[in-house]
Structure formats: C-alpha cells, structure tokens
C-alpha cells in the first residue's frame, strides 16, 4: 500500500507520537478516527491539526462498547483501510516491586487492547487494500532491565504482529509493526529521562519518529526499527546474545540508581 488517500483509525492519538504520526499523515487523509481516554484532548487534537471528517470515540478499547463505536463509525463512513494500534502505557520498575495490577495493565494495554481492536476491525480492512500498524518499541527486541513487563508485552505484540501478517498473507490486508526507540514524550517520567541521559542513550522527537514512520508506511518491509544503533543491537541481540547481556547487565548500577525514586 503505497501513501495515497487514508481512511484510518488511530488510538493513543493525543500522546506526543501520536500528534506527530497524525500531522505526518495529514495530507493524506480523507477519514480519520480519533481514540483516547480523554475526549478533551483528542478534540484538542482535532483543533490543533485542524482535521477534516475527523471522528472523535473516546474511551478504552478494552471496553466492548468502545470497540463497537468504533466499528460503527467507520463503517458507516465507508470503512477504513488503516488500522494504527498507537495506545500504550509503560512502568519504570524491578519486577519484584511492581505490582501486580501494574503487570496487569501493562499487558492488556499494550497487547490486548490492540489485539481485540483488530479482531473487531478485520472485516471493514478485508474490503480494502489496507494496512495494520502496531506501533512497539525498541524493547519488543531487546529485553531492558526495569520495562520486564513492559518489555514482555512488546515483545508479544511483535510476535502478534507476524503471526497474523502470515495468517493474512493471502488477503490485501498487510500487517506491520513500527518500533520507535527513546523518544521525548510525557510517556517517560523524569527518571526515565534522567537515566536516559546517563546512559548516553539517544532520545528522538517525536517529528523524527513521525518522518521515520512516513518512510515506513509506504515502503514493503513488514517491520521497522528506528535508530541505526540500535537495529545494530536488535542483530547482534538475535545473533549474539551474551554480548548483549553483558552490554547491559555493566550498566545495571546505573539503571538501578534511577528504579524505585520519584
């Protein structure tokens, strides 16, 4: 599917990759349909970016009901022919300390959520030449000390990703997944940053992600990783991996600085 004319979904459309990834695809879009928790910021969105037959559903696609509104808009606007599963949450912590509720919540948004919402959605794509992006992380690679969980979901999400690409490899339906690394959002808490920046780790704008994802839509690659440094350490992560673990596990006295303070 090359970048043409777009008829999409996105969730997590109001965090700061999400605004980025919208305003990236702006010229292209003729129906866009906006998921969030928070109506006011996806209308703050519709405003900002000035959307045009922009449809506004928020609330969490865990909910059945959710699912169903969005199905029922986009169907009764003539379907869509993208579906970008852009929701996620993340949890900066030991394994040990993290409650289980927190472990809970990690999984189902980032994993079921997008899960279901394709389910829901595949007969509307199926009439189309159309594309499903999930957006992961570098993390659905590279296994990192305190996202376990977090990094568990990613990974599932990935492995979700091409199960069900080769599933539907013979409809018009393609199925990718985009892994952003680092990026400058609210999405990362302060000790994120922090101990980004004493890892010398590199920390995108979102524009950045968004160019890169620009790139990505309309090329014929099944998955992406943003950051050449890192699709170094995906190979020698798949190839090599005590390389990787000894990489990372010199740097725990660092990363475990930052675990568990405010």
């Known amino acids: 599917m090359s970048i043409n004319r ?14 980025a990834l919208i305003r990236v695809m702006q010229p292209h879009i003729d129906l866009i349909i906006l998921n ?7 209308e703050q969105v519709r405003d900002e970016l000035g959307l045009k037959n922009c449809h506004i559903i928020p609330g969490d696609v865990l909910d059945p009901e959710v699912r169903q509104n969005i199905y029922t808009i986009a169907e009764t606007n003539g379907g869509i022919n993208l579906l970008l599963n852009n929701a996620g949450m993340n949890d900066f912590n030991s394994f040990e300390n993290q409650s289980d509720e927190i472990i809970t919540n990690l999984i189902n948004v980032n994993l079921t959520a997008p899960m279901l919402l394709t389910k829901k959605l595949l007969p509307l794509l199926k009439d189309n030449n159309s594309q499903i992006i999930n957006t992961g992380s570098i993390f659905g690679y590279l296994g990192f000390p305190g996202f376990v969980a977090y990094s568990s979901a990613k990974f599932g999400l990935r492995g979700f990703s091409q199960a069900l690409r080769r599933e539907l490899g013979d409809t018009n339906i393609r199925v990718r997944y985009f892994a952003p690394r680092a990026t400058k959002t609210n999405f990362n808490d302060s000790r994120i940053n922090k101990m980004n920046e004493a890892l010398n780790t590199t920390m995108d704008d979102p524009n950045v992600v968004a160019l890169a994802f620009h790139n990505f839509i309309d090329q014929t690659k099944w998955q992406e990783v943003v950051g050449f440094t890192e699709s170094i ?10 390389i990787v673990d000894k990489a990372l596990i010199k740097k725990l006295p660092i990363i475990k600085q930052f675990l568990g303070k405010d």
């Open 233 to 242: 350490f995906v190979f020698i992560n798949k190839n090599l991996p005590n």
């Open 36 to 42: 969030g928790l928070d109506k006011q910021s996806l």
């Open 6 to 19: 777009l008829r999409l979904v996105i969730t997590g459309a109001s965090g700061g990759i999400g605004r």
